[in-house]
């Protein structure tokens, strides 16, 4: 396989991934607005709390989501030609979305951990 050949494949991938992370986030936002101004506005949900914490925690999962998958399209991008600048803006990146992702997840979790005790 010649490596201009390679080159097209991996940032072929790369685009994709790219663009399903991005078709993830922009869904689950859609669907968090959706949700928020149908509990808000339309229906007058009874208890608006609980259902905005619920909101949260569906769109914190979908941006937990996004930023593995742009994670994984980072690191396969860095697949065909690793330079060091390469590495390390790879390196630079993958730790500010792990940073991000640790931190939503920790919210999501503790969220669930407040639902499940019944708001204690």
């Given at each position: 396989?010649?490596m ?6 991996v ?12 078709l ?11 949700r ?6 339309w ?6 709390i ?52 640790f931190f ?17």
């Amino acid at each position: 396989m010649s490596m201009a050949l390679l080159d097209w494949v991996v940032h072929a991938i790369y685009v994709i991934f790219s663009v399903l992370g991005a078709l993830v986030v922009i869904w689950g936002v859609l669907e968090a607005m959706t949700r928020f101004l149908r509990a808000k506005i339309w229906t007058q949900v009874p208890d608006q709390i609980r259902e905005s914490e619920a909101v949260r925690q569906q769109l914190g999962a979908h941006l937990l989501l996004g930023l593995e998958i742009f994670i994984a399209a980072d690191i396969i991008s860095s697949v065909v030609s690793p330079s060091w600048d390469k590495v390390g803006i790879l390196a630079a990146i993958v730790g500010i979305r792990t940073v991000l992702s640790f931190f939503l997840r920790r919210e999501v979790r503790q969220t669930n951990k407040t639902n499940s005790d019944g708001g204690a």
